[in-house]
Protein backbone atom coordinates (compact mmCIF):
# COMPACT_ATOMS: atom_id res chain seq x y z
CA UNK A 1 0.00 0.00 0.00
CA UNK A 2 1.18 3.48 -0.94
CA UNK A 3 1.69 5.25 2.48
CA UNK A 4 3.31 8.33 1.27
CA UNK A 5 -0.41 9.90 -0.90
CA UNK A 6 -3.69 9.72 2.06
CA UNK A 7 -6.35 7.92 -0.21
CA UNK A 8 -9.80 8.43 1.09
CA UNK A 9 -12.03 5.56 2.10
CA UNK A 10 -15.64 4.86 1.84
CA UNK A 11 -17.80 6.06 4.76
CA UNK A 12 -19.21 3.03 5.44
CA UNK A 13 -19.86 -0.30 3.80
CA UNK A 14 -23.17 0.21 3.01
CA UNK A 15 -21.92 3.75 0.96
CA UNK A 16 -19.95 1.82 -1.11
CA UNK A 17 -22.48 -1.04 -1.78
CA UNK A 18 -24.66 2.39 -2.83
CA UNK A 19 -22.08 4.06 -4.70
CA UNK A 20 -20.74 0.96 -6.56
CA UNK A 21 -24.76 -0.23 -7.47
CA UNK A 22 -25.42 3.44 -7.78
CA UNK A 23 -22.76 2.98 -10.98
CA UNK A 24 -23.95 0.25 -12.19
CA UNK A 25 -27.65 1.40 -12.11
CA UNK A 26 -28.20 4.49 -14.71
CA UNK A 27 -29.00 4.77 -18.08
CA UNK A 28 -27.91 0.92 -18.64
CA UNK A 29 -31.37 -0.77 -16.80
CA UNK A 30 -33.81 1.66 -17.40
CA UNK A 31 -33.28 3.43 -20.87
CA UNK A 32 -30.78 0.69 -22.90
CA UNK A 33 -31.28 -2.81 -21.57
CA UNK A 34 -35.36 -2.24 -22.40
CA UNK A 35 -34.48 -0.79 -25.72
CA UNK A 36 -32.24 -3.77 -26.85
CA UNK A 37 -34.18 -6.02 -25.12
CA UNK A 38 -36.82 -4.64 -28.25
CA UNK A 39 -34.37 -4.70 -30.74
CA UNK A 40 -32.75 -8.07 -30.39
CA UNK A 41 -36.43 -10.04 -29.88
CA UNK A 42 -36.97 -10.30 -26.29
CA UNK A 43 -36.87 -13.63 -24.38
CA UNK A 44 -33.84 -15.39 -25.92
CA UNK A 45 -32.08 -12.81 -25.47
CA UNK A 46 -33.20 -12.19 -21.57
CA UNK A 47 -31.66 -15.54 -20.81
CA UNK A 48 -28.08 -14.78 -22.76
CA UNK A 49 -27.84 -11.66 -20.77
CA UNK A 50 -28.92 -13.12 -17.43
CA UNK A 51 -26.48 -15.95 -17.99
CA UNK A 52 -23.46 -13.68 -18.84
CA UNK A 53 -24.40 -11.50 -15.80
CA UNK A 54 -24.12 -14.66 -13.84
CA UNK A 55 -20.97 -16.37 -15.26
CA UNK A 56 -19.06 -13.45 -16.74
CA UNK A 57 -20.06 -10.20 -15.34
CA UNK A 58 -20.15 -11.33 -10.98
CA UNK A 59 -16.99 -12.85 -11.32
CA UNK A 60 -14.98 -10.13 -13.31
CA UNK A 61 -16.81 -7.40 -10.89
CA UNK A 62 -15.19 -9.34 -8.41
CA UNK A 63 -11.95 -9.19 -10.07
CA UNK A 64 -11.63 -5.70 -10.47
CA UNK A 65 -12.75 -4.99 -7.34
CA UNK A 66 -9.55 -7.11 -5.74
CA UNK A 67 -7.16 -5.36 -8.47
CA UNK A 68 -8.21 -2.14 -7.02
CA UNK A 69 -8.00 -2.83 -3.28
CA UNK A 70 -4.72 -4.54 -3.48
CA UNK A 71 -3.22 -1.82 -5.92
CA UNK A 72 -4.82 1.05 -3.41
CA UNK A 73 -4.73 3.41 -6.69
CA UNK A 74 -6.74 4.60 -9.95
CA UNK A 75 -6.94 1.70 -12.71
CA UNK A 76 -3.33 2.37 -14.02
CA UNK A 77 -1.58 2.47 -10.86
CA UNK A 78 -3.07 -0.56 -9.25
CA UNK A 79 -1.75 -2.74 -12.21
CA UNK A 80 1.50 -0.90 -11.62
CA UNK A 81 1.64 -1.81 -8.24
CA UNK A 82 0.50 -5.31 -8.83
CA UNK A 83 2.53 -6.07 -12.02
CA UNK A 84 5.26 -3.47 -12.07
CA UNK A 85 6.14 -0.17 -12.52
CA UNK A 86 6.94 -1.00 -16.49
CA UNK A 87 4.33 -3.86 -16.71
CA UNK A 88 1.99 -3.72 -20.09
CA UNK A 89 -0.51 -4.87 -17.83
CA UNK A 90 -1.00 -0.89 -17.10
CA UNK A 91 -2.00 -0.98 -20.87
CA UNK A 92 -5.01 -2.34 -19.89
CA UNK A 93 -5.73 0.76 -17.03
CA UNK A 94 -4.81 3.03 -19.79
CA UNK A 95 -7.62 1.56 -21.27
CA UNK A 96 -10.07 1.93 -18.90
CA UNK A 97 -9.70 5.62 -18.35
CA UNK A 98 -9.79 5.80 -22.16
CA UNK A 99 -12.74 3.63 -22.79
CA UNK A 100 -15.01 5.91 -18.99
CA UNK A 101 -14.22 8.66 -20.85
CA UNK A 102 -15.65 8.06 -24.29
CA UNK A 103 -18.77 6.43 -22.92
CA UNK A 104 -19.39 9.25 -20.19
CA UNK A 105 -19.06 11.51 -23.57
CA UNK A 106 -22.12 10.17 -25.25
CA UNK A 107 -24.08 9.19 -21.67
CA UNK A 108 -24.32 12.50 -20.98
CA UNK A 109 -26.18 13.14 -24.51
CA UNK A 110 -29.00 10.52 -23.29
CA UNK A 111 -28.60 12.41 -19.60
CA UNK A 112 -29.32 15.26 -20.69
CA UNK A 113 -32.65 14.01 -22.73
CA UNK A 114 -33.92 13.36 -18.77
CA UNK A 115 -33.04 16.55 -17.98
CA UNK A 116 -35.67 18.06 -20.56
CA UNK A 117 -37.70 15.32 -20.14
CA UNK A 118 -37.82 16.81 -16.14
CA UNK A 119 -38.99 20.29 -17.30
CA UNK A 120 -40.95 19.15 -20.04
CA UNK A 121 -43.45 16.89 -17.05
CA UNK A 122 -43.68 19.69 -14.71
CA UNK A 123 -45.00 22.13 -17.51
CA UNK A 124 -47.14 19.18 -17.97
CA UNK A 125 -46.60 18.63 -21.77
CA UNK A 126 -47.42 15.47 -21.56
CA UNK A 127 -50.61 15.43 -19.71
CA UNK A 128 -53.78 13.95 -22.08
CA UNK A 129 -51.39 13.31 -24.67
CA UNK A 130 -51.76 10.85 -27.42
CA UNK A 131 -49.47 7.97 -28.06
CA UNK A 132 -48.51 9.77 -31.02
CA UNK A 133 -48.53 13.24 -29.69
CA UNK A 134 -45.52 11.96 -27.03
CA UNK A 135 -44.11 10.05 -29.77
CA UNK A 136 -43.84 13.87 -31.63
CA UNK A 137 -42.05 15.62 -28.40
CA UNK A 138 -39.16 13.17 -28.00
CA UNK A 139 -38.92 13.44 -32.01
CA UNK A 140 -39.12 17.23 -31.41
CA UNK A 141 -36.30 17.44 -28.79
CA UNK A 142 -33.74 15.12 -30.46
CA UNK A 143 -33.67 16.85 -33.76
CA UNK A 144 -33.07 20.20 -32.00
CA UNK A 145 -29.31 20.59 -32.26
CA UNK A 146 -29.78 23.73 -29.67
CA UNK A 147 -31.71 21.73 -26.58
CA UNK A 148 -29.78 18.28 -26.44
CA UNK A 149 -26.69 20.25 -26.62
CA UNK A 150 -27.61 22.72 -23.62
CA UNK A 151 -29.11 19.45 -21.60
CA UNK A 152 -25.87 17.61 -22.63
CA UNK A 153 -23.48 20.72 -21.46
CA UNK A 154 -25.99 20.52 -17.97
CA UNK A 155 -25.68 17.25 -17.05
CA UNK A 156 -21.81 17.43 -17.30
CA UNK A 157 -21.46 20.27 -15.37
CA UNK A 158 -23.32 18.41 -12.52
CA UNK A 159 -21.37 15.51 -12.73
CA UNK A 160 -18.07 17.53 -12.41
CA UNK A 161 -19.60 19.71 -10.07
CA UNK A 162 -20.17 16.52 -7.78
CA UNK A 163 -16.80 14.61 -8.85
CA UNK A 164 -15.20 17.94 -7.91
CA UNK A 165 -16.58 18.24 -4.47
CA UNK A 166 -15.32 14.17 -3.78
CA UNK A 167 -17.84 11.52 -4.37
CA UNK A 168 -18.06 10.85 -0.29
CA UNK A 169 -19.90 13.80 1.18
CA UNK A 170 -22.46 14.03 -1.74
CA UNK A 171 -23.17 11.11 -3.84
CA UNK A 172 -22.88 8.49 -0.38
CA UNK A 173 -25.49 10.96 1.51
CA UNK A 174 -28.23 11.09 -1.61
CA UNK A 175 -27.71 7.55 -2.91
CA UNK A 176 -28.84 6.56 0.72
CA UNK A 177 -32.28 8.42 -0.27
CA UNK A 178 -32.58 8.28 -4.47
CA UNK A 179 -31.85 4.67 -4.92
CA UNK A 180 -34.28 3.26 -2.59
CA UNK A 181 -36.85 6.05 -3.98
CA UNK A 182 -35.82 4.97 -7.77
CA UNK A 183 -36.83 1.45 -6.62
CA UNK A 184 -39.89 2.41 -5.33
CA UNK A 185 -41.20 4.36 -8.46
CA UNK A 186 -40.51 1.71 -10.32
CA UNK A 187 -42.28 -0.90 -8.45
CA UNK A 188 -45.01 1.52 -8.91
CA UNK A 189 -44.75 1.29 -12.65
CA UNK A 190 -44.06 -2.85 -12.50
CA UNK A 191 -47.37 -2.83 -11.32
CA UNK A 192 -49.36 -0.38 -13.23
CA UNK A 193 -47.41 -2.56 -15.94
CA UNK A 194 -48.60 -6.21 -15.08
CA UNK A 195 -52.21 -4.46 -14.61
CA UNK A 196 -52.26 -3.32 -18.08
CA UNK A 197 -53.92 -4.94 -21.32
CA UNK A 198 -50.51 -5.53 -21.97
CA UNK A 199 -49.43 -7.39 -19.62
CA UNK A 200 -49.87 -10.61 -21.08
CA UNK A 201 -47.91 -9.59 -24.11
CA UNK A 202 -44.92 -7.82 -22.35
CA UNK A 203 -44.69 -10.83 -20.15
CA UNK A 204 -44.29 -13.17 -23.11
CA UNK A 205 -42.47 -11.05 -24.66
CA UNK A 206 -39.32 -11.01 -22.12
CA UNK A 207 -39.56 -14.82 -20.90
CA UNK A 208 -40.48 -16.73 -23.74
CA UNK A 209 -37.48 -17.36 -25.58
CA UNK A 210 -37.87 -17.53 -29.14
CA UNK A 211 -33.84 -18.70 -30.18
CA UNK A 212 -34.14 -18.41 -33.55
CA UNK A 213 -33.89 -14.70 -33.01
CA UNK A 214 -30.68 -14.97 -31.36
CA UNK A 215 -28.12 -14.00 -34.18
CA UNK A 216 -24.05 -13.38 -33.45
CA UNK A 217 -24.87 -9.96 -33.36
CA UNK A 218 -27.74 -10.42 -30.02
CA UNK A 219 -25.27 -12.75 -28.34
CA UNK A 220 -22.44 -9.63 -28.58
CA UNK A 221 -25.44 -7.20 -27.70
CA UNK A 222 -26.19 -9.62 -24.16
CA UNK A 223 -22.67 -9.63 -23.36
CA UNK A 224 -21.56 -6.26 -24.06
CA UNK A 225 -24.69 -5.35 -22.27
CA UNK A 226 -23.56 -7.18 -19.20
CA UNK A 227 -20.63 -4.82 -18.95
CA UNK A 228 -21.97 -2.04 -19.92
CA UNK A 229 -24.66 -2.46 -16.76
CA UNK A 230 -22.37 -3.40 -14.24
CA UNK A 231 -19.52 -0.87 -15.24
CA UNK A 232 -17.31 -3.66 -15.70
CA UNK A 233 -14.11 -3.20 -18.64
CA UNK A 234 -13.49 0.54 -17.74
CA UNK A 235 -11.78 0.28 -15.04
CA UNK A 236 -14.36 1.90 -12.66
CA UNK A 237 -14.31 -0.86 -10.42
CA UNK A 238 -10.78 -1.05 -10.12
CA UNK A 239 -11.34 2.43 -9.07
CA UNK A 240 -13.72 2.18 -6.55
CA UNK A 241 -12.40 -0.85 -5.30
CA UNK A 242 -8.99 1.03 -4.65
CA UNK A 243 -10.96 2.92 -1.83
CA UNK A 244 -12.36 -0.08 -0.15
CA UNK A 245 -10.25 -1.74 2.87
CA UNK A 246 -8.93 -4.90 3.60
CA UNK A 247 -11.90 -6.73 5.63
CA UNK A 248 -14.56 -5.83 3.13
CA UNK A 249 -16.60 -9.66 1.64
CA UNK A 250 -16.00 -8.62 -2.00
CA UNK A 251 -17.90 -11.48 -2.87
CA UNK A 252 -21.14 -10.70 -1.08
CA UNK A 253 -20.84 -6.82 -1.98
CA UNK A 254 -20.80 -7.57 -5.90
CA UNK A 255 -23.77 -10.31 -5.58
CA UNK A 256 -25.53 -7.75 -3.65
CA UNK A 257 -24.61 -4.68 -6.21
CA UNK A 258 -25.28 -7.21 -8.84
CA UNK A 259 -29.21 -8.01 -7.97
CA UNK A 260 -30.16 -4.79 -7.44
CA UNK A 261 -28.54 -3.81 -10.85
CA UNK A 262 -30.53 -7.32 -12.43
CA UNK A 263 -33.58 -6.46 -10.89
CA UNK A 264 -33.90 -2.37 -11.27
CA UNK A 265 -33.03 -3.93 -15.38
CA UNK A 266 -36.14 -6.30 -15.13
CA UNK A 267 -38.63 -4.16 -13.34
CA UNK A 268 -37.58 -1.40 -15.96
CA UNK A 269 -38.74 -4.01 -18.77
CA UNK A 270 -41.82 -5.59 -16.82
CA UNK A 271 -42.94 -1.49 -16.33
CA UNK A 272 -41.96 -0.56 -20.27
CA UNK A 273 -42.94 -3.78 -22.66
CA UNK A 274 -46.58 -3.57 -21.27
CA UNK A 275 -47.27 0.02 -21.94
CA UNK A 276 -45.62 -0.94 -25.78
CA UNK A 277 -47.84 -3.52 -26.61
CA UNK A 278 -50.74 -1.80 -25.19
CA UNK A 279 -50.52 1.10 -27.18
CA UNK A 280 -49.57 -0.60 -30.21
CA UNK A 281 -45.98 1.00 -30.21
CA UNK A 282 -42.92 -0.88 -31.61
CA UNK A 283 -40.39 -3.09 -28.96
CA UNK A 284 -37.80 -2.53 -31.42
CA UNK A 285 -38.35 1.55 -31.95
CA UNK A 286 -34.89 2.36 -30.33
CA UNK A 287 -33.32 4.72 -28.30
CA UNK A 288 -36.56 6.48 -27.63
CA UNK A 289 -38.03 3.49 -26.19
CA UNK A 290 -38.47 4.58 -22.55
CA UNK A 291 -38.93 8.29 -23.53
CA UNK A 292 -41.89 7.47 -25.57
CA UNK A 293 -43.71 5.19 -23.33
CA UNK A 294 -43.17 6.42 -19.72
CA UNK A 295 -44.84 9.63 -20.68
CA UNK A 296 -47.80 7.33 -21.89
CA UNK A 297 -48.36 5.62 -18.29
CA UNK A 298 -48.03 9.27 -16.48
CA UNK A 299 -50.31 10.86 -18.86
CA UNK A 300 -53.31 8.60 -17.83
CA UNK A 301 -52.25 8.73 -13.86
CA UNK A 302 -53.82 11.34 -11.27
CA UNK A 303 -50.91 13.40 -10.27
CA UNK A 304 -49.22 12.12 -13.54
CA UNK A 305 -47.12 15.05 -14.07
CA UNK A 306 -45.80 14.95 -10.79
CA UNK A 307 -45.17 11.57 -11.15
CA UNK A 308 -43.36 11.91 -14.54
CA UNK A 309 -41.68 14.65 -13.39
CA UNK A 310 -40.29 12.30 -10.03
CA UNK A 311 -39.41 9.63 -12.50
CA UNK A 312 -37.44 11.38 -14.20
CA UNK A 313 -35.53 12.96 -11.98
CA UNK A 314 -34.35 10.04 -10.99
CA UNK A 315 -33.44 8.67 -14.32
CA UNK A 316 -31.07 11.45 -14.11
CA UNK A 317 -29.79 10.73 -10.63
CA UNK A 318 -29.34 7.35 -11.08
CA UNK A 319 -27.51 8.31 -14.53
CA UNK A 320 -25.44 11.15 -12.20
CA UNK A 321 -24.68 8.05 -10.07
CA UNK A 322 -23.08 6.16 -13.47
CA UNK A 323 -21.21 9.18 -15.01
CA UNK A 324 -19.50 10.33 -11.73
CA UNK A 325 -17.60 6.88 -11.85
CA UNK A 326 -16.80 7.26 -15.51
CA UNK A 327 -15.23 10.60 -14.66
CA UNK A 328 -14.11 9.49 -11.53
CA UNK A 329 -11.62 6.99 -13.48
CA UNK A 330 -9.66 9.17 -15.75
CA UNK A 331 -9.49 12.41 -12.53
CA UNK A 332 -8.10 9.47 -10.01
CA UNK A 333 -5.63 8.80 -12.92
CA UNK A 334 -4.30 12.58 -13.36
CA UNK A 335 -4.26 13.30 -9.99
CA UNK A 336 -3.09 9.62 -8.41
CA UNK A 337 -0.32 9.53 -11.09
CA UNK A 338 0.58 12.76 -12.51
CA UNK A 339 -0.07 15.07 -9.31
CA UNK A 340 -2.88 17.11 -10.94
CA UNK A 341 -5.14 18.67 -8.74
CA UNK A 342 -8.86 17.46 -8.54
CA UNK A 343 -10.12 20.31 -9.78
CA UNK A 344 -8.43 21.08 -12.04
CA UNK A 345 -8.28 17.00 -13.25
CA UNK A 346 -11.97 17.45 -13.55
CA UNK A 347 -13.14 20.41 -15.41
CA UNK A 348 -10.64 19.72 -17.88
CA UNK A 349 -11.75 16.09 -18.09
CA UNK A 350 -15.63 17.43 -17.73
CA UNK A 351 -15.00 19.97 -20.75
CA UNK A 352 -13.09 17.40 -23.46
CA UNK A 353 -15.91 14.96 -22.70
CA UNK A 354 -18.41 17.66 -23.34
CA UNK A 355 -16.44 18.43 -26.80
CA UNK A 356 -16.00 15.02 -27.94
CA UNK A 357 -19.31 14.47 -26.84
CA UNK A 358 -21.38 17.21 -29.46
CA UNK A 359 -20.94 15.06 -32.59
CA UNK A 360 -22.79 12.51 -31.00
CA UNK A 361 -25.35 15.36 -29.56
CA UNK A 362 -25.61 16.00 -33.43
CA UNK A 363 -26.41 12.45 -34.40
CA UNK A 364 -29.84 13.09 -34.21
CA UNK A 365 -30.08 15.99 -35.78
CA UNK A 366 -27.37 17.57 -37.64
CA UNK A 367 -25.42 14.86 -38.14
CA UNK A 368 -28.22 11.88 -38.74
CA UNK A 369 -27.19 11.10 -42.13
CA UNK A 370 -23.80 11.33 -41.74
CA UNK A 371 -22.93 7.84 -41.25
CA UNK A 372 -19.32 6.89 -42.61
CA UNK A 373 -18.67 5.04 -39.72
CA UNK A 374 -19.49 1.40 -40.81
CA UNK A 375 -23.08 2.95 -41.83
CA UNK A 376 -23.71 4.21 -38.35
CA UNK A 377 -23.93 7.63 -37.21
CA UNK A 378 -21.29 8.86 -34.41
CA UNK A 379 -23.14 7.91 -31.27
CA UNK A 380 -24.07 4.59 -32.63
CA UNK A 381 -20.31 3.99 -33.52
CA UNK A 382 -18.63 5.18 -30.51
CA UNK A 383 -21.82 3.23 -28.75
CA UNK A 384 -21.15 0.09 -30.52
CA UNK A 385 -16.97 0.91 -30.14
CA UNK A 386 -17.15 0.96 -26.32
CA UNK A 387 -20.58 -1.52 -25.13
CA UNK A 388 -19.69 -4.23 -27.73
CA UNK A 389 -15.83 -4.27 -27.68
CA UNK A 390 -14.16 -2.19 -25.17
CA UNK A 391 -15.94 -2.97 -22.43
CA UNK A 392 -15.90 -6.66 -23.16
CA UNK A 393 -12.30 -6.41 -24.17
CA UNK A 394 -11.17 -4.79 -20.60
CA UNK A 395 -13.22 -7.09 -19.26
CA UNK A 396 -11.55 -9.91 -20.83
CA UNK A 397 -8.41 -8.22 -19.80
CA UNK A 398 -8.91 -8.27 -16.06
CA UNK A 399 -10.56 -11.99 -16.06
CA UNK A 400 -7.02 -13.12 -17.90
CA UNK A 401 -4.79 -11.21 -15.31
CA UNK A 402 -6.63 -12.43 -12.58
CA UNK A 403 -6.89 -15.52 -13.52
CA UNK A 404 -3.72 -16.34 -14.78
CA UNK A 405 -0.94 -14.05 -14.45
CA UNK A 406 -1.49 -12.65 -10.65
CA UNK A 407 0.36 -15.52 -8.94
CA UNK A 408 -0.09 -14.10 -5.16
CA UNK A 409 -2.71 -16.70 -4.47
CA UNK A 410 -2.99 -15.37 -0.96
CA UNK A 411 -3.54 -12.38 -1.52
CA UNK A 412 -6.58 -13.05 -3.87
CA UNK A 413 -7.91 -15.42 -1.69
CA UNK A 414 -8.91 -12.65 0.30
CA UNK A 415 -11.55 -12.02 -1.68
CA UNK A 416 -14.51 -12.79 1.09
CA UNK A 417 -12.46 -10.83 3.86
CA UNK A 418 -13.05 -12.43 7.23
CA UNK A 419 -15.37 -14.51 5.58
CA UNK A 420 -14.63 -18.39 5.68
CA UNK A 421 -16.43 -19.98 3.00
CA UNK A 422 -13.92 -22.25 1.34
CA UNK A 423 -15.56 -22.82 -1.60
CA UNK A 424 -16.21 -19.13 -3.24
CA UNK A 425 -12.05 -19.15 -4.24
CA UNK A 426 -12.40 -21.92 -6.51
CA UNK A 427 -15.52 -21.32 -8.13
CA UNK A 428 -14.83 -18.02 -8.89
CA UNK A 429 -11.00 -18.45 -9.93
CA UNK A 430 -11.89 -21.29 -12.29
CA UNK A 431 -14.56 -18.95 -13.98
CA UNK A 432 -12.14 -15.92 -14.11
CA UNK A 433 -9.91 -18.30 -15.34
CA UNK A 434 -11.40 -20.38 -18.19
CA UNK A 435 -15.37 -19.29 -18.18
CA UNK A 436 -14.95 -15.98 -18.55
CA UNK A 437 -12.41 -15.51 -21.18
CA UNK A 438 -13.64 -18.43 -23.67
CA UNK A 439 -17.38 -16.47 -23.30
CA UNK A 440 -15.92 -13.31 -24.42
CA UNK A 441 -13.48 -14.58 -27.03
CA UNK A 442 -16.10 -16.94 -28.75
CA UNK A 443 -18.83 -14.25 -28.50
CA UNK A 444 -16.32 -11.98 -30.34
CA UNK A 445 -15.34 -14.57 -32.54
CA UNK A 446 -18.85 -15.59 -33.67
CA UNK A 447 -19.64 -11.59 -34.57
CA UNK A 448 -16.31 -11.53 -36.62
CA UNK A 449 -17.99 -14.47 -39.16
CA UNK A 450 -15.41 -16.82 -37.52
CA UNK A 451 -18.11 -19.86 -36.84
CA UNK A 452 -19.67 -19.38 -40.45
N1 LIG B 1 -23.48 0.84 -15.53
C1 LIG B 1 -23.91 2.09 -16.10
C2 LIG B 1 -25.34 1.93 -16.60
O1 LIG B 1 -25.88 0.82 -16.59
O2 LIG B 1 -25.92 2.93 -16.99
C3 LIG B 1 -23.02 2.54 -17.22
C4 LIG B 1 -21.54 2.47 -16.92
C5 LIG B 1 -21.01 3.21 -15.89
C6 LIG B 1 -20.71 1.67 -17.69
C7 LIG B 1 -19.65 3.18 -15.63
C8 LIG B 1 -19.36 1.61 -17.44
C9 LIG B 1 -18.83 2.38 -16.42
F1 LIG B 1 -17.56 2.33 -16.21
Partial sequence: MNRTTPRSQWASRIGFVLAAAGSAIGLGNIWKFPYITGLNGGGAFVLVYLGCILLVGL???????????HGQKDAVGSFASLAGERSPWRMVGWMGVFTSFLLFS????????????IVRSATGAFQ???????????GQLVTSPVQVIFWQAV?????VGIVVGGV?????RWSKILMPLLFLLLLLLFVRGMTSPGARAGLEFMFRPDFSKLTPNAL????????????????????????LDRKAD????????????????????LAIFPVVFAAGLEPSSGPGLVFQTIPIVFSALPFGSFLAVLFFLLLAFAALSSSISMLEVSVAYLVDEKGWGRTLATSLMGFFAFVIGIPSALSFNKLAQFTPFFGRTFFDFVDKLVSSYLLPLGGLCVALYAGWFWKADAEKRELTGDGDRAWIYPLWHLLVRFI????????LLNQAGLFG
Avoid: C, Q
Fill in 59 to 69: PIMMAEFLIGR
Fill in 106 to 117: FYAVVAGWSFDY
Fill in 128 to 138: GKSADEINAIF
Fill in 155 to 159: FIVAT
Fill in 168 to 172: RGGIE
Fill in 220 to 243: LDALGHSFFTLSLGAGTMITYGSY
Fill in 250 to 269: LFTLSLRITILDTLVALLAG
Fill in 436 to 443: APLAVVVI
